[in-house]
């Protein structure tokens, strides 16, 4: 017996060091920053959306991801598979708010809007017959979303053409649907609330003024290698 004991407290320490290591090599996710001032994007989003979505919000899911993927370590170190499977909505929900998030603020910038132009444009064209067309789709389907979630240009590898797809809360594009993220409009209302009240066709309206045409042009670049 005492034998067997002494085995366990040695596994026991064992496997805490492997743990402890684990959680060391990991790296955890930072909040992205901006390149752009909060105020950048006025009159189409104010200041205080800006800085209470990005250093308030995008930040709480940044943190509950660092902590949510810790629990998960630890849970698979153990071989806890129940406790595994119970964290799997919170590494959704976390991990798709910092995805969406960090893309979203890249495909807003000031001195923006305007048209697509080059193989964007073409490709949009291409598989909606005109850009005024495709934004009236996307605009559609996004303010068409119930409760909180996104409206999303994503690129379909498989096909090769442009979609248009909404996600409810912060479910993320690609592990939803497997479209390649290029435009997100967030439609949270903590995204708009503060300025446009519970009218999102007229953030959704406005947004389009700050799209940065040139991080969506890169972005399908990226999707189609």
Not at 17 to 32: G, M
Not at 88 to 107: M, V
Not at 168 to 188: F, S
Request: a neutral charge.
């Amino acid at each position: 017996m005492l034998c067997r004991a002494g085995e366990l407290r040695r596994c026991a320490a064992s496997l805490s060091q492997s743990i402890c290591k684990v959680a060391a090599s990991r790296q955890k996710h930072t909040l992205p920053d901006l390149t752009y001032d909060y105020g950048a994007l006025e009159p189409h989003i104010n200041a205080e959306i800006m800085q209470l979505h990005h250093s308030k919000h995008h930040a709480t899911y940044v943190n509950n991801l660092n902590v949510t993927e810790e629990k998960y370590e630890e849970a698979l170190a153990k071989g806890d598979v129940t406790a595994q499977v119970a964290l799997q909505p919170a590494l959704k929900f976390n991990g798709g708010g910092h995805i969406n998030h960090t893309i979203f603020w890249t495909n807003l910038s000031p001195n923006s809007g305007g048209e697509p132009q080059g193989e964007l444009m073409e490709a949009i064209k291409r598989d909606f017959g005109s850009y005024q067309k495709m934004k009236e789709k996307m605009a559609a389907v996004t303010v068409a979303v119930q409760g909180s979630g996104w409206g999303w240009l994503g690129y379909d590898k498989e096909s090769g053409r442009l979609r248009i797809a909404a996600c409810a809360n912060q479910d993320p594009l690609q592990g939803t649907t497997g479209l390649i993220p290029l435009l997100g409009i967030d439609v949270w209302e903590h995204a708009y609330y503060l300025q446009y009240k519970n009218v999102r066709p007229d953030y959704v309206k406005a947004i389009w003024n700050v799209i940065n045409w040139e991080n969506v042009h890169e972005r399908l670049q990226i999707a189609k290698k």
